[in-house]
């Protein structure tokens, strides 16, 4: 995944607010393009805006907005915290995990789907939860996660 200097340039032109240029709505704006942050990008814009690459580093590293590694169109958060964890979510991970040929942390290889484990997202009476994209599921069981992943591949194909 490569942004060439003519692309951060206009990347940078187009963020231009009266000679002011905010690295927060560039970096979102690269992430939302890519789903994450290329190193490479992160190079360029470093030398364009004469900002040290570390300082670009220590704020794409400061949001949990921001990732530095490629992920997927979709993120797929199972919650494994303790009320979670008690009414069967580590079986749905385990389901996600197989049926994904990935471990949580990891991306497909189609990049289709980034698989995360979080500790309780706050709704623990609906558990055990998992959320796709921000949406949440809640009394999630095996059954649920395929449904889940069906519309997801599905969904994939149409692209
Ligand atoms: S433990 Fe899962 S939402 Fe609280």
Known sequence: MRMSAHDVGRLIHDHDVAGSVSLISLL????VRYHYL????LVLLS?????PLSQ????????NTFSLKPSGVHLVRVCLGT???????????DRLER?????????TRDRNVTLETVN???????????????VYN???????????LKNLARDAERK
């Not at 979102?28 to 992430?31: A, D, F, R, T, V």
């Not at 030398?47 to 900002?51: G, Q, R, V, Y």
């Open 28 to 31: 979102s704006e690269i992430q």
């Open 56 to 63: 670009i580093y220590s704020v794409a590293t400061f949001y």
């Open 38 to 41: 290329p190193h490479n990008t």
């Open 138 to 148: 809640g009394q999630m069981d095996i059954a649920k996660a395929d449904r889940l």
């Open 99 to 107: 049926k994904l040929a990935i471990h949580a942390g990891e991306t």
């Open 47 to 51: 030398e364009m805006l004469d900002i």
């Open 120 to 134: 309780c997202l706050g709704a623990c009476a609906l558990g055990p939860i998992t959320v796709i994209d921000n």
């Open 83 to 93: 009320a979670c964890h008690v009414r069967g979510a580590p079986r749905v991970l």
